[in-house]
């Protein structure tokens, strides 16, 4: 016997699907995204809560088991990751969702009875077993249990080809309807055809992400979140729930166009992302430290030229992260600010890991949001800035990304930091970035580098400059 009536169902679950969208809406922003996770989350709790309440389910003291491991397990966890580690999680996440769309569609299979119904049980089992096994990959490339760089074998590309194959007459078999299947003499075939599509799938996973390098890695686990979000779409045909079918396609649509604007901030095409390895035109990941002479300095000629500049523009990168230095960053800006200069931030689309991770970052140290500013905005400023400060970046200010042709980062759109006046590069050593390349504004007259843990670094720095 179930509580809720199948109209006061649909009503909820419209409430709960409205629930997503304004997420959606708040996440689009730093000043409402904390706002908007709170709505979305509201509204999974309470389509969580519709379900037991319209649905008659069997073994709920198992489910409750379950739900409480789950609870368990994520709870400590997501309080425990990192900021810098997010990404990493956001992987996880990502795949476990496609994992349980694929596993959803399995079961179902012996009580679907439609060609419309067996259509979108091929596609969750096959594009969400791709999701899962991906995400894992890029899960321990990012957490550096695996190389980083891009892995790639002899005959990869047609293993790849072969597998889609496979994998594509799998969901075929899927598709097509008994009367036929006896036919061909292969009647009841279609669980079998579903574990060879859910087997593929996990091999082509593994397979589509081991050549992406580098850099690329946060692009392709958007390009998997969308993946999920098509497989839960196709999950909630298969359940005939009309909620998972607007939760799933807001995840696909979302991660799509995320995954676009990430290739263009970039300045790659998603195939060239994924199979550029193939031909070499991956980021490499290398960490061959170069040789060349540079410009050093110690923390007190850097607070000289902080504190006699009167703008200066602060373009924060992964380093930042790591060292945890925002807090100290945040605290140097406003020492600068008390003195009566400007100071504002330079934010590239993908500094940190993923687009918005630096804004979040940064604004977990309370530095104003009207002072991030994307990087169409600041790089005209850059002319008039007496000093850049780059803290923890590099790819993302490389000049080679206009100028070299061959490089892996040819063509992807940069911060104009080599315009300021005096740039001081806050670097832990001459090791490349993600691009495996040189940054040869490292080497240009007007460049000063300061080497050391950016937080002890920038520590340094604000003593001096308070000194003055």
């Known amino acids: 016997m179930t509580i809720l009536s199948s109209e006061l169902t649909a009503f909820l679950y419209l409430v709960a699907a409205v629930c997503f969208i304004l997420a959606l809406k708040g996440l689009g922003s730093p000043k409402t995204a904390r706002r908007g996770n709170l709505v979305g989350a509201f509204g999974a709790l309470l389509a969580m809560i519709v379900v037991f309440l319209s649905t008659e389910l069997d073994n709920i003291a198992l489910i409750l088991a379950v739900i409480a491991v789950g609870t368990v397990i994520a709870v400590p966890a997501s309080r425990m990751v990192k900021m ?9 996440f990502n795949g476990v969702g496609g994992g349980a769309a694929a596993l959803v569609a399995l079961l179902e299979l012996e009580h679907s009875d439609t060609i419309g119904a067996f259509l979108a049980v091929a596609f969750t089992v096959l594009i969400g077993s791709i999701a899962f096994s991906g995400s894992v990959v890029t899960f321990l490339k990012l957490q550096e249990l695996m190389p980083t760089r891009p892995i790639v074998f002899a005959g990869q590309a047609i293993v790849i080809v072969l597998l889609l194959v496979v994998g594509l007459s799998a969901a075929a078999l899927i598709v097509l309807d008994e009367a036929t299947l006896a036919g061909l003499g292969l009647a009841g075939i279609k669980g079998t055809a ?18 992406v390098g580098g850099a690329d890695v946060p692009i392709v686990i958007s390009l998997l979140n969308a993946g999920t979000g098509l497989a839960v779409a196709a999950s909630g045909l298969v359940l005939s729930n009309t909620l998972l079918l607007v939760a799933g396609t807001l995840v696909g649509a979302s991660g799509s ?22 031909k070499g035109g991956s980021t490499a990941g290398s960490t061959v430290a170069s040789d060349r002479p540079v410009r050093s300095s110690t923390a007190e000629d850097v607070a000289i030229l902080l504190g006699y500049a009167q703008r200066v ?44 991770h630096m804004n979040v970052l940064l604004a977990e140290a309370n530095v104003p949001y009207e002072v991030l500013q994307e990087m169409d905005e600041v790089n005209p400023q850059f002319k008039t800035a ?83």
């Not at 996990?202 to 589509?208: D, S």
């Not at 095409?269 to 199979?275: A, C, E, K, Q, R």
């Open 313 to 356: 523009i602060v373009v924060p990168g992964y380093g930042l992260a790591v060292a945890q230095a925002q807090h100290t960053m945040a605290e140097l800006a406003t020492t600068l600010e008390a003195k009566g200069i400007e100071v504002v931030f330079g934010i590239h689309p993908v500094a940190g890991r993923m687009p918005g």
């Open 386 to 468: 007496d000093v850049a400060l780059v803290v923890g970046a590099n790819d993302v200010v490389n000049p080679a990304a206009k100028s070299s042709p061959g490089s892996p980062i040819y063509g992807m759109p940069i911060l104009d930091v080599a315009s300021a006046r005096q740039v001081v590069f806050l670097k832990r050593s001459m090791r490349p970035g993600f691009a495996g390349i040189e940054n040869d504004l490292l080497f240009e007259p007007q460049t000063t580098l300061l080497f050391g843990d950016a937080k002890e670094s920038l520590t340094k720095v604000l003593s001096a400059v308070k000194a003055l």
């Open 257 to 278: 166009i995320l995954t676009r604007e990430m290739a263009k901030a970039m300045g790659r095409s998603v195939t060239g992302i994924l199979f550029g390895a193939f």
């Open 194 to 211: 579903a574990v060879v599509a859910l087997a593929v799938g996990l091999v082509l996973g593994v397979l589509l992400v081991l050549p």
């Open 84 to 92: 810098t580690q997010m990404p990493q999680l956001v992987a996880l």
